[in-house]
């Protein structure tokens, strides 16, 4: 039947403690529907059965009693989450850590301080903002909302996908980054994704952080939604101004939690949470930890989580290790069944990795992406999102579609064996995305 | 406890003519204990105010829809949030007499939602819509949370605000009435266009019902331009009917009166040709596509509390009278609790009955010395810690000498805001009662039982 694609060793590190069993693990995501090849772990995360409960006992603890909760607890609570968070990703001050509900929310933050900069003429018209062309649509309108608004110019990368390397990527920024600052222009903030979100690539952040310091790049915020329990995070290795990255994606909490890392300077007193309250003027953090009565208890959950790592050999490391290893072997298995290729080599795949579909289902837009993703779940019980690349001028028999597998622990082969399975029926039966939409 | 009779009436002993659906039989004493046993037992939780509470049917019904997203969540975001918060607000355009479900977002909290108007204010000053100086009015006596917000985004972008003192205690609405008069004419006196007016429909602390319908006529009189009600507490609270009181921004949170979870409220715009330039702050994939639809997708979040208003819409019909029921019963139950203390103590009520929702002010007894906002918590805590009972205490102290409210042994400074909901009963009342009396004894006050 199913099986897991490396067994959990029985020898280890962890030698006082018994590791999770594979039925265990089973039994922690009995919660997700059965009949559905889960691949897509990258949109939504998952949460173990043992979080919700300690979720739910948090949820209770409030209901309680609130107002004891509210004096005495949470701020306590979030203070542990802060010191777990600052711990994993090498911070300095425990201050440069707030808690909020997801990237969104952290994109919204420093957007509105950098418009606010626009408004009050500390940045002038045309100032410019540089991110990523495969920015994650959401902080695309917030960039919109808050600094096209503003009078702010706005300078997206062209990154090449298919990618072969990260060098590509490297001088590909460097390009947009001088053509950005030529006539003097002046770049006030780069948005860049640690790990980009469709196509799905690991970006070499540290690189295009130190080219934007040296070329006199303002500030930095590096988006690093997927990264936290995907990819390695050190903060001041990476030297961003601003580092968010979603908990409830990757570090099994349930949603929806984030962090923002903010570096410490004199602008951090500036830096507000838009809904604001009773902590206002006291810091992001504090800020963050109250905007009006809220269910927080997503966000306090983490103590619990990092037992449950521990329950896995190498703990995250080894969960973030064997990810990667999983899917990377499963995206070979899938191009070379499907005659296709990877869109990036194994070295910028985290714990996915996006596979060339065959070019037969004739994916010609974004919308096709989506029916046929669509058609998969609907038809065949496969979850995977599909990515969407315009074809060059002159490219034949193009692979246009890409779909986004995601490997977790809960996932087994069966489920890539089935993608395959399903993708291979619809080229036998000669479906098109076309046909698709009759 | 036992000589003191309850004289509340049996939940469910309707008399037959009362209830329009026989087959169907009110909740019974016991399935409310049950809808409520995860409350703290031992405490006497007097401030429902504060944080609202939710039936454990509800929570339950907020766990199912919890597990539907971990299920499969892209087939719920895809599939199922969407027609399901549209469900919600259709529940909440029919409770309020809204005109239009576009009209009705939902968002966090009553927060979230002066965050929202007031980012919209920020913008036109920013954008020159609005001038330097040009005002927003507000209410002394508005929820902090709201001030901070005219500071962050009205003060900060060069707007200056009227504040507006509400007399307390208070004797009717005529003198709330002529005091906003006098207060806004006084502030618009050298010439400045007020952009906004932000009115309590029920102010928190301390805690009386604003004629807020009068108050927006007064504001549409003297060419205040927009008026936005936050109405954080109203919803289960009093009647509420958005057309009726004519403000441009209605806000009511849902888990405060409402048993929704937390949390949840919805936050009502008049259409207008500004509806389009509301924005949620925390902007993704639909913006531009109306405040509604932004505020039903700001991200991964978990949305549950936002989904059981409908269940909570059944909840409160196994009420007698339904809702309104639930509010008339609350009502008169605070104000007979709030008697029974201003007698017991020999102190006031804030207000009169008919400007009491389900919430009481009644002064403390003046000896207890609750001189500042520093006494007043740590009395809370102190009552909380030692004699297990919950509830809010304002201080008041009287401006310009005037003397306000006096018992037998001086001014009056300390109120405590009383709450009743469906899951209170006598004997916690009794508690607070006696957890002051025995402050007062022997002539103790506050500072003495800090020392």
Not at chain 1, 164 to 178: D, G, N, T
Not at chain 2, 258 to 273: G, H, I
Not at chain 2, 306 to 313: A, D, G, K, R, S
Request: charged content about 20%; glycine content about 6%; hydrophobic content about 40%.
């Amino acid at each position: 039947m199913a099986c897991p694609i490396t067994a959990t060793a029985t020898a280890n590190s962890n030698s006082k403690q018994t590791l999770i069993s594979q039925s265990e693990i089973q039994s922690e995501f009995s919660h997700h529907d059965p009949t559905i090849a889960r691949v897509n772990n990258g949109s939504f995360g998952c949460c173990p059965a043992s979080i919700i409960a300690a979720q739910h006992r948090h949820q209770l603890l409030f209901l309680r009693q609130p107002d004891h909760f509210y004096y005495n607890t949470l701020k306590p609570s979030i203070l542990q989450t802060r010191l777990l968070i600052q711990n994993l990703i090498n911070a300095d001050h425990v201050d440069e850590v707030s808690i909020v509900d997801n990237a969104t929310t952290a994109a919204a933050i420093v957007l509105q301080h950098t418009a606010r900069a626009f408004t009050s003429s500390a940045f002038q018209p045309g100032d410019a903002v540089i991110l990523l062309h495969y920015a994650y649509g959401a902080v695309k309108k917030s960039v919109h909302a808050y600094i096209s608004r503003t009078g702010g110019h706005v300078i997206e990368v062209h990154l090449p996908f298919p990618v072969k390397s990260s060098s590509e990527i490297v001088s590909e920024f460097e390009k947009a980054l001088r053509l950005g600052k030529a006539n003097g222009r002046k770049i006030r903030l780069a948005i860049i994704d640690h790990i980009t979100s469709m196509p799905c690539v690991i970006i070499p952040i540290i690189e295009l952080v130190k080219m934007c310091r040296d070329e006199g790049v303002d500030r930095i915020f590096v988006d690093g939604a997927h990264a936290i329990g995907n990819v390695e995070i050190d903060v001041k290795s990476i030297g961003a101004d601003f580092y968010t990255s979603n908990m409830h994606k990757w570090l099994f909490c349930p949603p929806s939690a984030a962090f923002l890392y903010c570096k410490m300077s004199d602008e951090l007193s500036d830096l507000h949470h838009p809904v604001v309250s009773h902590e206002y003027g006291n810091g992001l953090a504090m800020e963050s930890s109250w905007t009006g009565t809220r269910d927080n208890s997503a966000q306090l959950v983490l103590p619990e989580v990092m037992e449950f790592l521990n329950r896995f050999e190498g703990g995250l490391q080894g969960i973030m290790t064997r990810n990667h290893e999983n899917v990377v072997e499963m995206a070979k298995m899938l191009v070379e069944a499907w005659g296709t290729e990877l869109g990036a080599p194994p070295e910028l795949c985290s714990s996915m990795a996006m596979v060339g579909m065959p070019a037969c289902l004739g994916i010609k837009s974004g919308a096709d992406g989506l029916r046929l993703r669509k058609h998969l779940r609907e038809c065949f019980k496969v979850e995977v999102p599909i990515y969407y690349r315009e074809p060059l001028e002159g490219e034949v028999d193009p692979v246009t579609g890409y779909a986004r597998i995601s490997h977790q622990v809960y996932n087994v082969a069966g489920d890539y064996y089935r993608l395959r399975d399903a993708v291979n029926t619809l080229v036998k039966e000669g479906l098109t995305c076309a046909l698709l939409l009759k | 406890m036992a000589a003191l009779e309850d004289p509340r009436p049996a939940v469910n002993g309707a008399a037959p003519h009362v209830s329009k659906k026989p087959k169907l039989s009110f909740i019974t004493e016991s399935e409310l204990r049950d809808e409520f046993a995860h409350h703290q037992p031992g405490i006497a939780r007097l401030n429902n105010g504060s944080f609202g509470s939710c039936p454990s049917s509800i929570i339950a019904a907020q766990r199912r829809w919890q597990f539907r997203f971990l299920r499969q969540p892209d087939d719920f975001f895809f599939n199922q949030l969407q027609p399901q918060i549209i469900q919600s607000r259709a529940v909440i355009k029919d409770l309020i007499n809204a005109d239009h479900v576009d009209e009705v977002a939902i968002v966090d909290n009553a927060t979230t939602a002066a965050a929202i108007v007031l980012q919209h204010v920020g913008w036109a000053f920013a954008e020159g819509r609005f001038q330097k100086g040009d005002a927003v009015v507000m209410l002394h006596c508005a929820f902090q949370a709201v001030k901070k917000s005219i500071e962050a985004y009205v003060t900060r972008a060069g707007g200056s605000v009227i504040v507006v003192n509400l007399p307390f205690p208070v004797n009717s609405n005529e003198e709330i009435i002529a005091e906003f008069r006098k207060g806004l004419a006084r502030g618009k006196a050298n010439g400045k266009k007020v952009r906004l007016a932000i009115i309590d429909h029920i102010t928190s602390m301390p805690c009386v019902v604003i004629p807020a319908r009068e108050l927006v006529r007064i504001c549409r009189e003297e060419g205040v331009e927009r008026v936005f009600v936050d109405a954080a507490h109203a919803i289960g609270n009093i009647h509420v009917d958005v057309k009726d009181i004519g403000a441009d921004f209605y806000v009511s949170n849902l888990h405060k009166w409402f048993f929704c979870p937390p949390s949840v409220a919805f936050l009502y715009c008049r259409k207008s040709p500004v509806s389009p330039d509301l924005h949620h702050p925390v902007v993704s994939h639909e913006y531009g596509n109306g405040l509604a639809i932004e505020s039903a997708w700001i991200g991964t979040r978990d949305y549950s509390s936002q989904l059981v208003i409908p269940e909570v819409l059944e909840f409160t019909r196994r009420f007698e009278g339904g809702l309104e029921g639930i509010r008339n019963r609350n009502h008169d139950k605070a104000v007979e609790m709030a008697q029974m203390l201003a007698k017991a103590w020999g102190t006031n009520l804030g207000s009169p009955p008919e400007m009491c929702p389900s919430m009481a002010m009644i002064g403390l007894p003046s000896k207890l010395g609750v001189l500042t906002d520093d006494d007043a918590l740590k009395l809370r805590s102190h009552l909380r810690d030692h004699f297990l009972v919950e509830v809010p205490i304002h201080c008041e102290v009287p401006r310009d000498g005037e003397t306000r409210a006096m018992d037998a042994d001086g001014c009056i400074t300390g109120y405590v805001r009383i709450s009743h909901q469906v899951y209170n009963t006598l004997d916690e009342y009794i508690r607070l009662r006696d957890a002051i009396i025995q402050l007062t004894q022997n002539g103790v006050t506050w500072k003495t039982i800090q020392s």
